[in-house]
């Protein structure tokens, strides 16, 4: 994709880094070339900018400061956190600033009684857990990165997990952000009381991928831990019937704690990498988990089996000890890593669908992995209609990189037109930029632009991501019509 | 009705400058600032437009009574988890403007947890769509989110799909004889465990618990749980709740105090009722400082219900900070540049 250099930008990097070194200590500010490598890209790699200089402050007056000297300057900043983000919301801008929040990785409060936890952005999102447990709590949200993406950037994605249908994304979870804005004014958004008073600005700034503000505090929720889980594991021989059980499952008035499916190129590409006991000779499996009291489980694993057998599944598996629960999952969690393995590269798409277009989708899927010539692993949080189609292709072969971008651009359109969203989870960020073209008309895209005026007006803080702009739009719009004619004319639009 | 009469309505204030009051079933007039501007009535623009069981959601236009979008889910036995008072012919719109949720808030969520997408039409008669009818949507901020307890200050909610959810397999009411000190206290220590409750009500030294799941979970906290069985009829009662007609919500002057949930009971006179695990405290007219105190304790109170008298003088909901004022102004300009759409309604700065 053409991401040309934003021209609306000119920095003179020996006056921002003589600024920047007027409110930041040496240790803080990182401007040499070979320093600054590591921040090219984040878990996108296929996007890279190298910034002018990497900030990495240690405390909310210096986030201030350094975000003033950028508002006086006219410099755009890209806030950070661990940078595993999967859309390049992170990439850096040419002629502007990286505010790493890698620093602020402390927990600064744990109330087990009113059940919160008070942490610094650059806080990994497991560690959140791992620190509740003892008070046999937890945060929900649980990203398959969670062993390394922190809190802010949870915020700023709005990430969600293999649990969300249950217990909801990040936008459950979080009730208070505090946040600097562009102008290095504090904002209090959110309260750990309910219903706080005025506009739910918490919903705003929650998924808007440092387009708004810089988070420098998250107050979550935290839950008890159930105190059983278990897995129903299935295999069918069709996709589509696995498709119409996850249906099957929500229509008897379950809803599970996650409820997963694997297609036959991933089962494949998983099984040698963790010996998780998949059917390989499934055309899909499904992973279906209860969790609650064991009474609970023991109805609701009951009353699972019962669909499923009934909605076809060639066979079945209950996960009989906690270690094999755990082994199911590992295959599931392992997907992208395994897929890794059997491809030099691979690109994960991030389409949510209703979930009865599942086969569609995936039969349109093959189709296209015969016109670009590339092969596709399908791994899918059925329960809330979120595909990752992994697509396989080596960066070292010259186009197919090129061919890659295309097949994922046409399963993002294709979730649109079948009533979806070309993302679930991941955020727009630089990859999903010219789809946003796609998903939405010129007056809501207006109605964003507008919103990030009115927190950002010089339009500073991550340019170029999130929301195109209207020319980029007219000129995607140009190369579709160029193309050939509206994508999908068989389909209904709504 | 059709979405063009309200567009063509829209545009015509605009045009004139006119401020519009916007109303459904009109059940929440006595809710948020004081009432200005012509009426726009919007309960003509009814209809469920969408419900798919399986996908889990429906869409609705906004002069949809809940209780017609509540007696449709339920004949597929599913609901509208966060329980929203109907009060007297509550519409869509309305509810998800006013964004009170009731005690299903507890566990299940607010409004705006269930809000997926909303057509709306705002303050210069433009048509804008956003989310959609997926659980899962990340692309663009979250407009739809944002509208829930806007108060019509942004828009015509024309349309809107919310999350629906089965209803729970069986149900069971507790009752204890507490204070309300060592109400707050068990509910806290209960929330840190993993027992189904669904809801809570206190009031008058009794505390009613409501746990809700699969049957053998239900009947096992409360065999633990211990407490009495309900000696009324248990849906009565919650649907009593929900809809207010509780003695506890009575009286001229209601204020609605929300918490931090462990917070102790309050230096204040009048509490009438707890609910949301201790988040949720009302108080009668005697509160007269009952704004200082929500704050002082990391709460905000509103004044819920009160005659005009009072409601000219006292601002409904708890003051903005200055940055966070002009920040709301900022966008409700974005929505509603010549701020016609229920001035006043939210806060009588915009």
């Known amino acids: 994709m053409d991401f040309s250099p934003d021209a609306s930008f000119q920095t003179d990097r020996a006056t921002l880094a003589r600024q920047l070194r007027l409110v930041l200590p040496a240790h803080c500010l990182l401007v040499d070339e070979e320093d600054l490598r590591p921040y090219e890209c984040d878990g996108l790699t296929a996007y890279r900018e190298l910034p002018l200089a990497v900030c990495l402050p240690e405390n909310e007056g210096q986030v201030v400061d350094v975000l003033r000297t950028c508002h006086q300057m006219g410099v755009p900043v890209v806030a950070r956190g661990a940078g595993t983000g999967l859309s390049g919301g992170a990439m850096p801008h040419a002629q502007g600033v990286v505010l790493s929040l890698a620093r602020f990785n402390k927990i600064i409060r744990l109330d087990p009684l009113a059940r919160l936890a008070v942490v610094q952005p650059g806080v990994r999102n497991l560690a959140v857990s791992e620190a509740a447990a003892p008070h046999g709590l937890y945060y929900a949200p649980d990203p398959s990165s969670q062993i390394a993406c922190t809190l802010g950037g949870n915020v700023a994605e709005n990430s969600g997990g293999v649990h969300c249908l249950k217990y909801g994304l990040t936008v459950h979870n979080v009730l208070r952000v505090r946040v600097v804005s562009i102008e290095g004014e504090i904002f209090e958004i959110g309260s750990e009381a309910p219903d706080a008073p005025g506009y739910d600005l918490l919903a705003l700034l929650i998924g808007s991928e440092g387009m708004l503000g810089v988070v420098t505090e998250v107050t979550v929720k935290l839950v008890p831990r159930p105190e059983l889980a278990q897995v129903v594991m299935a295999s069918f021989d069709d996709v589509g019937k696995a498709g119409a059980a996850v249906a099957s499952i929500i229509a008897a008035g379950i809803i599970p704690a996650g409820l997963e499916m694997m297609d036959k190129p991933a089962t494949a590409a998983v099984e040698p990498y963790v010996k998780a006991g998949y059917d390989l000779n499934a055309e899909a499996i499904l992973l279906c988990e209860s969790d609650g009291t064991p009474e609970e489980v023991a109805e609701e694993i009951a009353r699972v089996t019962e669909v499923l057998k009934a909605a076809g599944a060639s066979d079945l598996r209950v996960s009989q000890s906690e270690a094999e629960r755990l082994r199911f999952w590992a295959g599931r969690k392992a997907a992208f890593p395994a897929v890794g393995r059997i491809t030099p590269d691979y690109y994960c798409m991030d389409g949510t669908i209703p979930r009865k277009r599942l086969a569609e989708m995936l039969a349109a899927i093959a189709d296209m992995e015969k016109k670009h010539g590339l092969r596709c692993a399908n791994v899918f949080h059925a329960g809330d209609g979120n595909l990752h189609p992994l697509i396989m292709y080596d960066a070292a072969q010259p186009g197919e990189w090129a061919r890659a971008e295309a097949f994922g651009a046409e399963i993002l359109e294709l979730s649109v037109a079948l009533g979806g969203s070309i993302t679930g989870e991941h955020g727009v960020g630089i990859e999903k930029i010219n789809q946003m073209c796609v998903q939405y008309k010129t007056p809501e895209l207006n109605a964003f632009r507008r919103i990030k005026a009115a927190f950002d007006e010089g339009g500073l803080l991550n340019p170029g991501k999130a929301v195109p702009s209207l020319h980029r739009c007219a000129e995607y719009g140009r190369m579709h019509v160029h193309h050939g004619d509206l994508k999908f004319p068989e389909l209904e639009r709504f | ?350």
């Open chain 2, 1 to 350: 009705m059709k979405l063009d009469d309200l567009v063509a309505a829209i545009r015509a204030a605009h045009g004139s400058h006119t401020p519009l009051r916007i109303r459904g079933g009109g059940s929440k007039d006595f809710y948020g600032g004081m009432l200005a501007g012509e009426v726009l009535d919007v309960a003509g623009y009814r209809g469920i437009v969408a419900y798919e069981p399986t996908e889990l959601y429906l869409t609705a236009r906004c002069g949809t009574p809940l209780a017609e979008i509540e007696a449709t889910l339920a004949e597929c036995g599913q609901r509208l988890a966060f329980e929203p008072p109907g009060f007297f012919g509550a519409t869509l719109g309305g509810c998800v403007a006013a964004g009170l949720s009731g005690p299903g808030r507890q566990q299940a969520g607010a409004v705006r947890d269930f809000v997926l997408g909303v057509k709306l039409v705002d303050g210069t008669g433009q048509v804008l769509d956003f989310g959609g009818q997926v659980m899962k949507n990340v692309a663009g901020y979250d407009v739809s989110r944002l509208l829930a307890g806007s108060l019509g200050t942004l828009g015509v909610l024309a349309e809107v799909t919310l999350k629906v959810l089965p209803k729970p397999v069986a149900e069971r009411t507790l009752v204890f004889g507490l204070d309300a000190a060592e109400a707050v206290a068990r509910l806290n220590q209960w929330g840190g465990r993993p027992l189904p409750i669904s809801a809570s009500f206190w009031h008058d030294g009794q505390l009613w618990l409501r746990l809700s799941g699969a049957g053998a979970a239900v009947e096992a906290a409360c065999s633990e749980l211990g407490g009495r069985p309900a000696s009324v009829d248990a849906d009565n009662f919650w649907h009593a709740v929900r809809e207010q007609r509780h003695p506890a919500y009575a009286g001229g002057v209601l204020w609605r105090l929300a918490v931090p949930t462990a917070t102790p009971v309050l230096p204040l006179a009048g509490l009438r009722a707890i609910e949301w695990g201790g988040a949720l405290r009302w108080y009668g007219e005697e509160a007269e400082t009952a704004r200082a105190a929500a704050a002082a304790a990391g709460g905000h109170a509103t004044l819920y219900r009160a005659p005009e008298s009072l409601r000219c003088r006292v601002d409904a909901f708890a003051p903005l900070s200055p940055a966070l004022l002009a920040l709301h102004r900022r966008l409700k300009k974005s929505f509603d540049p010549l701020g016609i759409l229920n001035p006043g309604r939210l806060y009588a700065e915009f």
